[in-house]
T-cell receptor, first 114, second 109 residues
Framework: IAGITQAPTSQILAAGRRMTLRCTQD?????MYWYRQDLGLGLRLIHY???????GKGEVPDGYSVSRANTDDFPLTLASAVPSQTSVYFC?????????????FGPGTRLTVL | GQNIDQPTEMTATEGAIVQINCTYQ??????LFWYQQHAGEAPTFLSY????GLEEKGRFSSFLSRSKGYSYLLLKELQMKDSASYLC??????????FGAGTTVTVRA
């Protein structure tokens, strides 16, 4: 069982380009999340999905979009990348979206926007 | 908004005990999580507290006081492999996690 996989591992991107970060989980978890992690700021929630077919905005959603066509996949798209989106992006999943549902994290994607 | 505070860095000696404090002010409370994150890796789950008191799990223990908005993570018998960042995260009313900036613990021989 792989758990959560993310691709690519790292990417250098020119400003203005479109980029999709991929996230796949094989645990049949209902809820999935995208976070960005920046030095000194901790993890911040970008978007989430409580179940396939639904998505919601987190703390820092501007400039990002997501889709949840099925249970396993939760891609994050940057429509037109800007340097402030340089960060490490983590995808996470949990069995449900309730109080006792622990979130498990993927290995992360390190994105640099020049 | 959410406000979660924890120290930036701590250093301790191998075999010693370290206590990482976390204070929070959030929109409601549905539990507090501690995660461990080694450099360049994903955060991994350590503990979950929703009721006041101490939860012990091997060398690691976590304490919660909801009335004080306070938690700590206690690491005992420190090992070199415990050098990592430790993230405090609070689950608020909307069941979303808010994270502190993390505490980097360095264990010295």
């Amino acid at each position: 069982i792989a758990g959560i996989t993310q691709a690519p591992t790292s990417q250098i991107l020119a400003a203005g380009r479109r980029m999709t970060l991929r996230c796949t989980q094989d645990m049949r978890h209902n809820a999935m999340y995208w976070y960005r992690q920046d030095l000194g700021l901790g993890l911040r929630l970008i978007h989430y999905s409580n179940t396939a077919g639904t998505t919601g905005k987190g703390e820092v959603p501007d400039g990002y979009s997501v889709s949840r066509a099925n249970t396993d996949d939760f891609p994050l798209t940057l429509a037109s990348a800007v340097p402030s989106q340089t960060s490490v992006y983590f995808c996470a999943s949990s069995e449900g979206a309730g109080a006792t549902d622990t979130q498990y994290f993927g290995p992360g994607t390190r994105l640099t926007v020049l | 908004g959410q406000n979660i505070d924890q120290p930036t860095e701590m250093t301790a000696t191998e075999g010693a005990i370290v206590q990482i404090n976390c204070t929070y002010q959030t929109s409601g409370f549905n539990g507090l999580f501690w995660y461990q994150q080694h450099a360049g890796e994903a955060p991994t789950f350590l503990s979950y507290n929703v009721l006041d008191g101490l939860e012990e799990k091997g060398r690691f223990s976590s304490f919660l006081s909801r009335s004080k908005g306070y938690s700590y993570l206690l690491l005992k018998e420190l090992q070199m492999k415990d050098s990592a960042s430790y993230l405090c995260a609070v689950l608020s009313n909307d069941y979303k996690l808010s994270f502190g900036a993390g505490t980097t613990v360095t264990v010295r021989a």
